[in-house]
Protein backbone atom coordinates (compact mmCIF):
# COMPACT_ATOMS: atom_id res chain seq x y z
CA UNK A 1 0.00 0.00 0.00
CA UNK A 2 1.54 3.61 -0.81
CA UNK A 3 0.07 6.68 -0.72
CA UNK A 4 0.57 10.29 -1.57
CA UNK A 5 -0.39 13.03 -0.11
CA UNK A 6 -0.71 16.56 -1.49
CA UNK A 7 -0.29 20.20 0.39
CA UNK A 8 -0.33 23.44 -1.48
CA UNK A 9 -2.57 24.65 -4.20
CA UNK A 10 -5.41 27.32 -4.09
CA UNK A 11 -6.36 30.47 -5.43
CA UNK A 12 -4.19 33.08 -6.75
CA UNK A 13 -3.62 36.14 -9.08
CA UNK A 14 -2.37 35.91 -12.49
CA UNK A 15 1.35 36.34 -12.08
CA UNK A 16 1.39 34.77 -8.67
CA UNK A 17 3.19 32.23 -7.00
CA UNK A 18 2.37 28.56 -5.49
CA UNK A 19 4.25 25.94 -4.43
CA UNK A 20 2.93 22.25 -4.48
CA UNK A 21 4.17 19.48 -2.09
CA UNK A 22 3.87 15.80 -1.76
CA UNK A 23 5.00 13.17 0.39
CA UNK A 24 5.07 9.20 -0.30
CA UNK A 25 4.37 6.90 2.46
CA UNK A 26 3.82 2.77 2.55
CA UNK A 27 5.37 -0.01 1.86
CA UNK A 28 8.18 1.86 -0.71
CA UNK A 29 11.15 0.08 -1.70
CA UNK A 30 12.41 2.71 -4.31
CA UNK A 31 10.74 5.75 -6.22
CA UNK A 32 11.53 5.86 -9.84
CA UNK A 33 10.30 8.84 -11.61
CA UNK A 34 8.00 11.19 -9.68
CA UNK A 35 6.62 14.49 -10.57
CA UNK A 36 3.10 16.16 -11.58
CA UNK A 37 0.09 16.19 -13.92
CA UNK A 38 -3.08 18.43 -14.14
CA UNK A 39 -5.97 18.17 -15.27
CA UNK A 40 -8.51 21.17 -16.27
CA UNK A 41 -12.13 20.59 -16.60
CA UNK A 42 -13.02 18.70 -20.41
CA UNK A 43 -9.43 18.13 -20.53
CA UNK A 44 -7.11 15.13 -20.76
CA UNK A 45 -4.50 14.75 -17.55
CA UNK A 46 -1.30 16.01 -18.88
CA UNK A 47 2.35 16.25 -17.72
CA UNK A 48 3.08 19.23 -16.02
CA UNK A 49 6.72 17.80 -15.15
CA UNK A 50 8.41 14.85 -13.99
CA UNK A 51 12.30 14.30 -12.34
CA UNK A 52 13.77 10.58 -12.48
CA UNK A 53 15.08 9.21 -10.14
CA UNK A 54 18.69 10.24 -11.32
CA UNK A 55 17.47 13.40 -11.39
CA UNK A 56 16.88 14.17 -14.93
CA UNK A 57 13.81 16.59 -15.78
CA UNK A 58 11.31 17.03 -18.63
CA UNK A 59 8.46 20.03 -18.52
CA UNK A 60 5.72 20.47 -20.64
CA UNK A 61 6.54 23.44 -22.57
CA UNK A 62 3.81 25.52 -21.46
CA UNK A 63 5.42 25.72 -18.53
CA UNK A 64 9.07 25.82 -19.11
CA UNK A 65 11.05 28.42 -17.26
CA UNK A 66 7.60 28.82 -14.78
CA UNK A 67 7.86 25.94 -12.76
CA UNK A 68 10.60 23.99 -11.43
CA UNK A 69 10.57 20.87 -10.01
CA UNK A 70 12.18 19.56 -6.70
CA UNK A 71 12.67 16.41 -4.74
CA UNK A 72 14.49 14.58 -2.37
CA UNK A 73 14.79 10.90 -2.53
CA UNK A 74 15.61 10.35 1.12
CA UNK A 75 11.69 12.12 1.91
CA UNK A 76 10.01 10.65 -0.72
CA UNK A 77 8.93 14.13 -1.53
CA UNK A 78 8.13 16.15 -4.45
CA UNK A 79 7.44 19.81 -4.70
CA UNK A 80 6.41 21.93 -7.26
CA UNK A 81 7.20 25.70 -7.42
CA UNK A 82 5.02 27.60 -9.58
CA UNK A 83 5.67 31.40 -10.89
CA UNK A 84 4.78 33.73 -12.90
CA UNK A 85 1.13 31.55 -12.49
CA UNK A 86 -1.57 32.44 -15.64
CA UNK A 87 -5.38 31.42 -15.92
CA UNK A 88 -4.58 28.10 -18.17
CA UNK A 89 -2.90 26.64 -15.67
CA UNK A 90 -5.78 26.42 -13.17
CA UNK A 91 -6.31 22.91 -12.70
CA UNK A 92 -6.33 19.85 -10.62
CA UNK A 93 -2.87 19.16 -10.04
CA UNK A 94 -1.69 15.09 -9.35
CA UNK A 95 0.90 13.72 -7.35
CA UNK A 96 2.66 10.87 -9.38
CA UNK A 97 5.14 8.23 -8.28
CA UNK A 98 6.20 5.11 -9.88
CA UNK A 99 7.21 2.78 -7.07
CA UNK A 100 8.58 -0.41 -6.73
CA UNK A 101 7.14 -1.42 -3.10
CA UNK A 102 8.90 -3.80 -0.52
CA UNK A 103 7.47 -7.04 -2.03
CA UNK A 104 8.90 -5.81 -5.41
CA UNK A 105 5.79 -4.92 -7.05
CA UNK A 106 5.27 -1.80 -8.86
CA UNK A 107 2.84 0.56 -8.73
CA UNK A 108 1.84 3.44 -10.51
CA UNK A 109 0.16 5.79 -7.55
CA UNK A 110 -1.74 9.04 -7.44
CA UNK A 111 -2.42 11.45 -5.13
CA UNK A 112 -6.40 13.32 -4.91
CA UNK A 113 -5.05 15.85 -6.54
CA UNK A 114 -5.61 19.17 -5.13
CA UNK A 115 -6.86 22.24 -7.12
CA UNK A 116 -5.04 25.52 -8.33
CA UNK A 117 -7.07 28.31 -9.68
CA UNK A 118 -5.40 31.56 -11.42
CA UNK A 119 -7.46 34.68 -11.76
CA UNK A 120 -7.20 37.12 -14.41
Known amino acids: QVQLVESGGGLVQAGGSLRLSCAAS????????MGWYRQAPGNQRELVARMSSGSSTNYADSVKGRFTILRDNGKNTVSLEMNSLKPEDTAVYYC??????????????WGQGTQVTVSS
Open 26 to 33: GSIFRINA
Open 96 to 109: NAAVVTSTSTTLNA
